[in-house]
């Protein structure tokens, strides 16, 4: 069962890809937090970002690629018709860490990024959509045939 975040995570990835996929300069521009080893991976772990930004109303929701994700699920373009889409959920449940089936060992939603061990970064969009209990999601996503970067892990906070 797909969430509301998982969903507009998915469609506002798709977006940002449509409008920026062959633009070189945009992907530099990009913080260093949300750089990964691909363009597909750094649209997925800027739309997750910003979709948490959305929930806690600190992103700025003109963007293109939101616009478009807002006219494709059929929602205005406001926060108080994002907040209503996605079901008063809180952006403090959707960061942290989740203990995912992968490795049973904990990743960070955010970014994917493995905790206190060695193994390799896991989609955002794949942790969260398995924190929310959508396993075959999570096993989609995981299986979309992009191929993990590894890691030797982040220090837990």
């Given at each position: 069962?797909?969430?509301?975040?998982?969903?507009?995570?998915?469609?506002?990835?798709?977006?940002?890809?449509?409008?920026?996929?062959?633009?070189?300069?945009?992907?530099?521009?990009?913080?260093?937090?949300?750089?990964?080893?691909?363009?597909?991976?750094?649209?997925?772990?800027?739309?997750?970002?910003?979709?948490?930004?959305?929930?806690?109303?600190?992103?700025?929701?003109?963007?293109?690629?939101?616009?478009?994700?807002?006219?494709?699920?059929?929602?205005?373009?406001?926060?108080?018709?994002?907040?209503?889409?996605?079901?008063?959920?809180?952006?403090?449940?959707?960061?942290?860490?989740?203990?995912?089936?992968?490795?049973?060992?904990?990743?960070?939603?955010?970014?994917?990024?493995?905790?206190?061990?060695?193994c390799f970064v896991l989609p955002p969009a794949a942790v969260a959509a398995e924190?929310?209990?959508?396993?075959?999601?999570?096993?989609?996503?995981?299986?979309?045939g992009k191929p993990f970067r590894h890691s030797n892990g982040v220090k837990a906070?």
């Amino acid at each position: 069962m797909d969430t509301p975040v998982t969903v507009f995570i998915t469609l506002y990835t798709a977006n940002l890809k449509a409008i920026h996929g062959s633009d070189a300069a945009f992907l530099p521009r990009m913080p260093a937090d949300l750089k990964r080893e691909t363009p597909e991976a750094t649209f997925e772990a800027l739309a997750t970002k910003m979709t948490h930004s959305l929930i806690g109303g600190r992103a700025e929701k003109d963007g293109e690629a939101i616009k478009r994700t807002c006219k494709q699920l059929g929602i205005k373009h406001t926060y108080k018709a994002l907040t209503a889409y996605f079901g008063g959920v809180k952006e403090t449940e959707l960061t942290g860490s989740y203990v995912t089936t992968y490795c049973n060992f904990a990743h960070r939603v955010e970014d994917g990024e493995p905790l206190n061990h060695e193994c390799f970064v896991l989609p955002p969009a794949a942790v969260a959509a398995e924190r929310n209990g959508d396993f075959p999601l999570a096993l989609a996503l995981r299986s979309a045939g992009k191929p993990f970067r590894h890691s030797n892990g982040v220090k837990a906070k």
